[in-house]
């Protein structure tokens, strides 16, 4: 009797703690302009390096599966304190997504000092990542408090793996009360991206101690995976969706149904009749896709929610408020300083500002600027090694993405808006705008070769293609910044020695 009473406590105030305080509008009237500061400036970031939105995307996994939505992965190590980021199964995250957030930290923070939670921040950028890749938006549920712990150890068994079969990644998923359609539609995300050879070359040679080949690949698709990924050679990356890998749409789960999954942990999402039937159902409607895929990414969001002492408003993400010893304390800094709306600017990007407009009251002393890429590698997307080899296939050439509005892309675009249902936070019932057609284009434009990065549609550019691994992808330029994005071999060699084959 004494046990249940407990449990139901600890049940009731879980869920208290979950889910309670959040709003879309928890900001609306302590800073006005924070949701829109913060997307237009993880947009720009987002816009000028390919690795932001799909890294930023995998982000927020990492930071909920562990301690909860807490900003806790941002927090770097201390001479005292080995943090979560430096975690083996952190290694691979991208520094790009952190510099992302950092810069949209301290833009929020130039106009309402000390209001808006780095945790809060990982949440809009994230939504924010699923729009720029053409996915679906939805209002994000605010009111995080920021963790004030951050433990490498903490993250162990935490971060689903690679090899997962679907009863180990349901019950990892289970475990933070996401069932198992969630983790379908939640794997989704790797619709976007790329994954190091590492995490899945063990299905290209050495299955098991009987069979060699992952016999749920597609024959040709394993030989393409093979090209990239040699026995021993240096860890390449592989786009999880080969067709479009920067296109944030249901196409994953086609290739799911063409035995095309990259990790053991996706095809194994078809294989299994559990969760086949929920794949089947995402791989023929996008739009039933968008609409959960907002819907699960509201629950993830909400993992966890910290309150009370338990969190704090950081001032500077990486490093937490006080107790710290690294901490220059910021004077007496305890409840944050909600600036009234009349004193901010309406102006959107607070670093323009002219030195003649006062600043919005910084009544305290902001932290000292964060120190950007720490010694960490700030790895870059692989354009696959330019091997001059002249394509076999006419290049896919995508069509111009949406082209943003410096001053306010998010807000410009007409990117679905999902209310979704969700009973978690007592929200009005669904209205949801079907997916403007900007977003559901059709298969991709067959085009000449071309490979020359500064021609083609939209000034974008070309990565090119590797015979019988995959034809030259076309990827345009004003939604994905003008260049190409950066050389493999930074991010291969300098994730190499780090990667332990299982990170999520
Ligand atoms: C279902 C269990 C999951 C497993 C086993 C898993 C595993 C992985 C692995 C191994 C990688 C490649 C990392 C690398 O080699 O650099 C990866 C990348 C990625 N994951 Fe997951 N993941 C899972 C769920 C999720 C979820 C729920 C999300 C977000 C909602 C997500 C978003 C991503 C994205 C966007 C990337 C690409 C990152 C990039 O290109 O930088 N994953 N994941
Ligand atoms: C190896 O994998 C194959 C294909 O999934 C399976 O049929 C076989 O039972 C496995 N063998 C071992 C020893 O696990």
């Given at each position: 009797m ?6 139901l406590?600890?049940l009731?105030?879980?869920?208290s703690?979950?889910?309670a ?21 993880f947009l720009?970031?987002?816009k ?5 939105a799909?890294?930023t ?11 909860g939505?807490?900003?806790s992965?941002?927090i ?7 943090a ?6 952190n ?14 930290k301290?833009?929020v923070?130039?106009?309402c000092?000390g209001v808006?939670?780095c ?6 950028a994230a939504?924010?990542s ?12 605010l ?11 903490s ?7 690679a ?6 990644l ?8 996401l069932?198992?359609e ?18 899945f ?8 101690s ?9 024959p ?5 995976l ?8 240096p860890?390449n ?20 149904q ?6 053991f ?5 078809f294989?299994d009749?559990?969760?086949r039937?929920t794949?089947?159902l ?15 990414m509201i ?5 966890g929610?910290?309150?009370?002492s ?25 409840t944050p300083v ?6 901010q600017?309406p102006?959107v ?5 002219t030195?003649?407009?006062?600043p ?10 964060p ?5 960490s590698?700030v790895?870059?997307?692989?354009p696959?090694s ?17 082209v ?5 892309p ?8 999902f ?26 434009v067959e ?9 083609g549609?939209?000034?974008?550019f070309?990565?090119?293609g590797?015979?019988g691994?995959f034809?030259p ?8 910044g ?6 493999s071999?930074n ?10 084959g299982?990170?999520?």
């Amino acid at each position: 009797m004494h046990h249940l009473a407990y449990a139901l406590c600890l049940l009731i105030s879980f869920v208290s703690l979950s889910t309670a305080q959040l709003s879309p509008s928890f900001y609306s009237s302590s800073c006005p302009q924070a949701v829109s500061t913060i997307s237009n400036t993880f947009l720009a970031s987002a816009k000028k390096d390919n690795v932001v939105a799909p890294s930023t995307l995998r982000l927020i996994l990492h930071d909920c599966f562990v301690e909860g939505c807490d900003g806790s992965i941002l927090i770097s190590s201390t001479s005292g304190n080995k943090a979560e980021r430096d975690a083996p199964d952190n290694a691979n995250l991208p520094q790009n997504s952190f510099n992302a957030i950092i810069a949209a930290k301290q833009a929020v923070e130039a106009i309402c000092p000390g209001v808006v939670s780095c945790a809060d921040i990982v949440a809009l950028a994230a939504r924010d990542s699923v729009v720029f890749l053409g996915g679906p938006s939805w209002e994000v549920p605010l009111g995080r408090l920021d963790g004030r712990v951050s433990t490498a150890s903490s993250v162990t068994g935490r971060i689903p793996g690679a090899n997962l079969n679907a009863q180990q990644l349901t019950e990892n998923f289970g475990a933070l009360g996401l069932s198992l359609e969630e983790m379908v539609i939640l794997s989704g995300a790797h619709t976007v991206g790329f994954s190091h050879c590492s995490q899945f070359k063990n299905r290209l040679y050495s299955f098991n101690s009987t069979v060699k080949v992952d016999p749920s690949l597609d024959p040709s698709f394993a030989q393409r995976l093979e090209n990239k990924c040699p026995a021993s050679g240096p860890d390449n990356l592989f786009p999880f969706d080969v067709v479009s890998p920067f296109k944030f749409d249901n196409s994953y789960f086609q290739d799911l149904q063409s035995g095309q999954g990259v990790l053991f942990s996706d095809q194994v999402l078809f294989q299994d009749a559990s969760t086949r039937p929920t794949v089947e159902l995402l791989a023929g409607s996008q739009d039933t896709f968008f609409q959960k895929f907002a819907d699960a990414m509201i629950k993830m969001s909400a993992i966890g929610v910290k309150s009370g002492s338990d969190g704090e408003i950081r001032l500077d993400c990486t490093k937490v408020n006080s107790g710290s010893p690294k901490v220059s304390a910021p004077p007496v800094q305890q409840t944050p300083v909600p600036s009234p709306p009349v004193q901010q600017t309406p102006q959107v990007q607070p670093p323009q500002q002219t030195p003649l407009q006062p600043p919005p009251v910084p009544v305290q002393p902001l932290p000292p600027a964060p120190v950007l890429p720490p010694p960490s590698p700030v790895p870059n997307f692989p354009p696959p090694s330019p091997p001059i080899l002249p394509p076999p296939v006419a290049p896919v050439v995508f069509p111009p993405p949406p082209v943003f509005n410096p001053p306010s892309p998010v807000f410009n675009r007409p990117s679905p808006v999902f209310n979704p249902p969700s009973p978690v936070f007592n929200r009005p019932s669904p209205v949801l705008n079907p997916p403007s057609p900007v977003f559901n284009r059709p298969t991709p434009v067959e085009q000449p070769p071309n490979n020359d990065p500064s021609s083609g549609t939209g000034g974008g550019f070309t990565i090119p293609g590797i015979p019988g691994l995959f034809p030259p992808i076309h990827v345009p330029g004003p939604g994905f910044g003008g260049g190409p994005p950066g050389s493999s071999t930074n991010k291969d060699s300098a994730n190499e020695g780090k990667l332990t084959g299982k990170q999520g």
